[in-house]
Nanobody, 127 residues
Framework: QVQLVESGGGLVQAGGSLRLSCAAS????????MGWFRQAPGKEREFVAA????????VYADSVKGRFTISRDNAKNTVYLQMNSLKPEDTFVYYC????????????????????WGQGTQVTVAS
């Protein structure tokens, strides 16, 4: 079982930056892929970024590539999402997610590939 708690959301002006953090409990954190997704009210949850268990492989949605960076600190059981050059269209609730598959080399991009979810943190980008 893995429990996830996100933090770092808030209100920022367009062009600004935020760093989201996701603290995980559980002894398997360093063995599993982690992802960030985002969702608007009434819409499907969409993939943002993911990172493999070792941090050696990362993937990004085209809409955030070059602006967002996912990273992890396995010693702290924490995954981060650094968001730069934010745009109003980045306004969503952001969710951290953890896979159940151990030592997967390629982090997943689909909601169904993740078994554990945080409560979400709101990011609002003002124009």
């Amino acid at each position: 079982q893995v429990q996830l708690v996100e933090s770092g959301g808030g209100l920022v002006q367009a062009g600004g930056s935020l760093r989201l953090s996701c603290a995980a409990s559980g002894r398997t954190f360093s063995s599993i892929a982690m992802g960030w997704f985002r969702q608007a009210p009434g819409k499907e949850r969409e993939f943002v970024a993911a990172i493999s268990w070792s941090g050696g492989s990362t993937v990004y949605a085209d809409s955030v590539k070059g602006r967002f960076t996912i990273s992890r600190d396995n010693a702290k059981n924490t995954v981060y999402l650094q968001m730069n050059s934010l745009k109003p269209e980045d306004t969503f609730v952001y969710y951290c997610a953890a896979s159940k598959v151990l030592f997967s080399r390629v982090p997943g991009q689909r909601v169904y590939e993740y078994n554990y979810w945080g409560q979400g943190t709101q990011v609002t980008v003002a124009s």
